[in-house]
């Protein structure tokens, strides 16, 4: 490898773990301040409002929680875009990486969380549907079915 290749290497980790130093450092603010400030239980009570305003009382608690998790990874989705912006179009570009366009990566960004909520809420449902109907050795079937 040559100096020049070294040197553009070697700004380019610098820049990268900067950047991942700030972004790790907002992710673990942000995890505390939604423990601190009762995040979750909001999140949760939002759920069930979701869920009611669909028909499903309190007693369909897997509904509720499948509406917990789109929420969850809607909000983190959103959270994290910013970072995801900042990491592609103006780290990867300054380095000369990057070969997206905003709405490509808009788009992309959008096809990912629909693939995870196609996999996430089958799986998570019936693993709330094994706990739920498992009794006191729901913690074996649970085991069993991951």
Known sequence: ????????????????SNFSFW????????GTLILVLGGIPFLWSLAGTVSG??????????????SFLTLATLFSA????????????VIEEKHGFNQQTLGFFLKDAMKKFA???CIL???TSLLLYIIKIGGDYFFI??????
């Open 141 to 146: 079937y649970a085991w069993l079915f991951t």
């Open 78 to 89: 959103i959270t994290g875009l910013p970072w995801s912006i900042y990491s592609t179009f």
């Open 53 to 66: 305003r669909f028909g499903f009382g309190p007693e369909y608690e897997i509904t509720q929680s499948l």
């Open 121 to 123: 809420l089958p799986v």
């Open 23 to 30: 972004s790790g450092l907002y992710s673990e603010t942000e």
């Open 1 to 16: 490898m040559d100096a020049e290749t070294f040197q553009k290497s070697r700004l380019y980790q610098l820049d990268k």
């Open 115 to 117: 693939v995870t909520q």
